[in-house]
């Protein structure tokens, strides 16, 4: 199993919330790989860093995690979890029968997720979908420039999939650029709380977005206790 993350430390503190993201991945999935997607000088974490030669900026940051994912799935040739340094990994998550697996957003208390239904912080990628990664990297560089620095990643992939097809067939695989593509909700693959979890959630993978990052250590200390 490959696992890889995309982070840049663009304020130049040298802080990174992966640590424990990477001894979560080592602890659920046994013999797995970790690779650091970053730039020439964030310090790096993980088993190996693979830098890229354009520079990050924060303007354009989503355009370059693209880039970035494209190259690495293109130069590995296998299987990989790609996910953001802020989750957890629980027990491995189950992607079957794809080139991409996508994890999507169900509705909550009525919040609709409109043009943007995936959350790209847990995502899979075989090492034959660099056409789906080459397609949604170009449709990144078009989009608007505040898209380019947050959530163009997920607009461009929403664009590239095609927000009809997802809606007709969310529990069917589809192909996109040659590739096939199937959808998990991330109830099961990419869930975040919305308060601080006091137990093991039934979930593969727990993602501490936004202001629940500060929840992440506690819950890492209740799976090393589980």
């Known amino acids: 199993m490959n696992l890889a993350y995309y982070y840049v430390d663009l ?9 424990l993201m990477l001894l979560s991945a080592k602890k659920a999935l046994p013999g797995v790989r970790t690779f650091h997607l970053t ?26 995690r693209l880039t970035m994912i494209e190259l690495f799935v293109k130069s590995l040739g ?8 802020d989750v957890l990994i629980v027990t491995p998550p189950p992607f079957e029968d794809c080139d991409i697996g996508l994890t999507w957003r169900e509705p909550v208390k009525g919040k609709v997720y409109g043009s943007m239904p995936f959350n ?7 090492g034959k979908a660099g056409p789906f990664w080459n397609k949604a990297a170009d449709i990144s560089d ?9 959530f163009g990643d997920q607009m461009a992939i929403a664009l590239l999939v095609g927000l009809d097809a997802f809606d ?31 137990e093991v ?9 936004g202001a629940a990052k500060e929840w ?6 209740r799976l090393m206790c589980a």
């Not at 296998?78 to 340094?85: I, Q």
């Not at 992440?216 to 200390?221: D, E, K």
């Open 142 to 150: 078009y989009l608007p420039k505040s898209m380019k620095a947050w």
């Open 11 to 19: 304020d130049g503190n040298g802080a990174s919330i992966a640590d």
């Open 78 to 85: 296998e299987d990989a979890l790609l996910v953001d340094p």
């Open 168 to 198: 007709r067939r969310k529990n069917e695989p589809i192909e996109v650029a040659g590739c096939r593509v199937r959808f998990y909700p991330c109830a099961t693959h990419n869930f975040t709380p919305e308060t601080e979890p006091t």
């Open 120 to 126: 790209t912080g847990v995502m899979f990628s075989s």
């Open 216 to 221: 992440l250590p506690g819950y890492y200390r």
């Open 39 to 64: 730039d020439s000088v964030t310090r790096g974490l993980g088993d190996i860093v693979v830098r890229s030669s354009i520079e990050a900026k924060r303007e354009s940051l989503m355009v370059h």
């Open 201 to 209: 959630l039934p979930a593969h993978v727990v993602h501490f977005k």
